[in-house]
């Protein structure tokens, strides 16, 4: 992780500085010919009538050419001189151009060759322009370039900080300690990095000990079924009469039976926390739901009596229609289970949510099982029936899946109440 932010840091510094260089050059080069140029272009007028009034001076007497001198030399602002073409220190290019007639800038001077082609005419230096220098053009760069390495530097720190941590708490995680976390000390320290691996590891930690206690407990439910196969299948050799070996057979089929039921549950429970991303949502009427279920379910508990409040209102909710049927399925057959007499189911809307109640007159649940028991294969001691315990662990990932909450309260009626809260269809989607 330093050797990334390393070449990442490197890398940004090598950008600034070759951009600090092509400013150099581009400021050097072409500024300086650009400014050479207009320079050459305003003054070269004035040069030229000096160095004629200089060439008419020199074919006077010297008491005349004295005076005319000092007269060229107080029309300017700068001292005119003569220098010799020979010891001139010019490049070629400049040079060449004296020699071709033109007037040069040269450094702080404006140049001419006069007639003889020996002497030259100079004048200046001229007064300095107002700005930088290119050397200190160049060095206000520079510390440009400084100012935004420190700056750069300073800024990944934090983001260095987090790299590393998170690679270190990696690290841990996938040696096995599925506790590591990334340290958050102060608040205003926090990048949402660090927030977000500590909620994954968090996720990560969760699911595998789920996982865990999933295989410790699908092992146990399924050793009851196999050993009583096991048992029935002995005793079939044994058997000294049609009978009893057709009471064995029953019993194993029975055992099988309850073998695939629960593998069936286990397999749509484990698959069920995908369903719902894979699945289409779609307008899934509550009540009518609620009113067909009850119609099929009434002839396997005969001795308890099922209600629909409100049937003929019409209650949409978006979901997977399957999924949301399982439900409703389940909660009502958990309901008719533990029932007396009674079942009643309930749906009312609130001004965000869909709330669906279930309850029955049944011996309730207690309040210290009340989150216990959607855990998976969880059976309270007073639970009647083979059930895998895993229909009310089914119903709370549907509804977490569906962004809505699952909870077990006490009922009016005296026994068990299953409240659900489901997120309202939008108008648009409900027509």
Partial sequence: MTRLFLRFYLGVIVI???SWLILGYIYRLRAEAE??????????????????????????????????????????EYPVYTDSFATLSVNDTRRQRLLAGEVVFG??????????????????PLPRFVGPSQLEAFAGLGSIFAFSAVAIALLLRPVAVQLRAVERTAT????????????????HRRLPLAKAFNSMADRIETLLRNQRELLQAVSHEL????ARIRFAAELISSSKTDEDRSKRLTSVDQATQELDDLVGELLTYVRMESAATNSHDEAFDIVENLCDLRDSLAPLYPEVQFFVADESETVFVAGNANSLTRVLRNLLCNAGRYAESKVEAKVHKTSSKIVITVEDDGLGIPAADREKVFDPFVRLDHSKGNGSGLGLALVQRIVLSHGGTVTALCSDLGGAKIAIELPQMPPADEV
């Fill in 223 to 226: 050793r009851t079924p196999l």
């Fill in 16 to 18: 600034l500085l070759i």
């Fill in 107 to 124: 450094g702080d001077r404006m140049l001419t060759l006069l007639p003889d082609k020996e002497t030259i005419l100079g004048f200046g």
């Fill in 172 to 187: 841990a995680i996938a040696e096995g300690d599925l506790t590591a976390r990334i340290d958050q000390p102060t608040a």
């Fill in 35 to 76: 400014n050479r140029k207009v320079i050459e272009q305003a003054l070269s007028g004035g040069v030229r009538l000096a160095e004629q009034q200089w060439i008419a001076a020199l074919a006077k007497g010297e008491d005349v050419r004295a005076e005319e001198f000092e007269a060229i030399q107080k029309a300017f």
